[in-house]
């Protein structure tokens, strides 16, 4: 089991930045592949970026690549989206997502965090 809570989602106008941070507890976090996902209003919910458990690979959706970037940090259990060049479109719950490693399901996720971007 792995907990997780995700922090740094706020208000923040087109073309800016934003860091999303997730903090994962209960167990050992390197055996985890991890995820954002997000939730526009309207929307189902679609992922937007992955990252291997040794951290050495890396996806995103086509829509927000060259713009956010995934990374983890094992010492501190802990997975990051920086998001550059925020538009509108990116206004959603961002949820972070845990896979154990012989799992092919993300079956831990943290509550969310609202990421709002105005025009």
């Keep these: 089991q792995v907990q997780l809570v995700e922090s740094g989602g706020g208000l923040v106008q087109a073309g800016g930045s934003l860091r999303l941070s997730?903090?994962?507890?209960?167990?050992?976090?390197?055996y985890y592949h991890m995820a954002w996902f997000r939730r526009a209003p309207g929307k189902e919910r679609e992922f937007v970026a992955r990252i291997a458990s040794s951290g050495g690979t890396a996806d995103y959706l086509d829509s927000v690549k060259g713009r956010f970037a995934i990374s983890r940090d094992n010492a501190k259990?802990?997975?990051?989206?920086?998001?550059?060049?925020l538009k509108p479109e990116d206004t959603a719950v961002y949820y972070c997502a845990a896979r154990w490693f012989l799992s092919s399901d993300y079956n831990f996720w943290g509550q969310g965090t609202q990421v709002t971007v105005s025009s």
């Design 77 to 85: 259990n802990t997975v990051y989206l920086q998001m550059n060049s």
């Design 22 to 30: 997730c903090a994962a507890s209960g167990s050992t976090f390197s």
